[in-house]
């Protein structure tokens, strides 16, 4: 499988972003997958998650109804729509494949993990 992100770029403190995550390669119709960040100088952190065969999701406790998970079955597009953005929200998106072995919140339980998009909040 291979992931494509993309969509960061600048934006000024409540706005909105849209992320893209393209996948390739393989099937991915019974996978997880998921998103995190990784800010300036601090360790990826989660962010969510889609199941792509039923479409159901699951959030981290800290996005607080601000990021939504969808996805395109046509396009095998998973989608990070962010709203009310804030400078602590600065990183670089990945997204990934979820293999398992740990917990949803664990960057271990993910591989395929794709090149990562710069978010730019800026106050």
């Known amino acids: 499988v291979q992931l494509q992100a993309s969509g960061g770029g600048l934006v000024q403190a409540g706005g909105s972003l849209k992320l893209s995550c393209a996948a390739s390669g393989r099937d991915i119709n019974t996978f997880y997958m998921g998103w995190f960040r990784q800010p300036p100088g601090k360790e990826r952190e989660f962010l969510g998650r889609?199941?792509?065969?039923?479409?159901?999701?699951y959030y981290a406790g800290f996005v607080e109804g601000r990021l939504t998970i969808s996805k395109d079955d046509a396009e095998n597009t998973m989608y990070l729509q962010m709203n009310d953005l804030m400078p602590h929200d600065t990183a670089v998106y990945y997204c990934a494949v979820y293999i398992g072995g740990y917990t949803w919140y664990d960057s271990r339980s993910y591989s395929y993990w794709g090149q990562g998009t710069l978010v730019t909040v800026s106050s």
């Open positions: 889609i199941n792509w065969s039923t479409g159901s999701t």
